[in-house]
Nanobody, 129 residues
Framework: QVQLVESGGGSVQAGGSLRLSCSTS????????MGWFRQAPGADREGVSA????????YYDDSVKGRFTISRDKVKNTLDLQMNSLKPEDTAMYYC??????????????????????WGQGTQVTVSS
């Protein structure tokens, strides 16, 4: 049974940093895509970043480019998201997600929820001004 468990959320002031981590079990990392999504109150869930396989290929939403860094550790079975220069608009519930294949399949790009098969329960990030 595949399980994804996020951690590392919290409350910070604007300009601060947080590091989210997603611990996985029962998931085969080989040739697969994993991503981070977020959902603010009253908004749709949106793709933040994704990484394929060993991390050679990464994807970022324009809103976080240059501030967030995604990484994965196959030995530790973790997916991390380093978030720097946080802004109030980054406030959201952040979710870890895992796909069964690449970061683009069947017309579904990395930022499409429909690409991912497994989801974590989420971790809250709150950024105050």
């Amino acid at each position: 049974q595949v399980q994804l468990v996020e951690s590392g959320g919290g409350s910070v002031q604007a300009g601060g940093s947080l590091r989210l981590s997603c611990s996985t079990s029962g998931y085969d990392y080989s040739n697969t895509c994993m991503g981070w999504f977020r959902q603010a109150p009253g908004a749709d869930r949106e793709g933040v970043s994704a990484v394929y396989d060993n991390g050679a290929t990464t994807y970022y939403d324009d809103s976080v480019k240059g501030r967030f860094t995604i990484s994965r550790d196959k030995v530790k079975n973790t997916l991390d998201l380093q978030m720097n220069s946080l802004k109030p608009e980054d406030t959201a519930m952040y979710y870890c997600a895992a796909a069964l294949g690449s970061c683009w399949a069947n017309g579904r790009p990395w930022y499409s929820e429909r690409l991912y098969y497994y989801w974590g329960q989420g971790t809250q990030v709150t950024v105050s001004s």
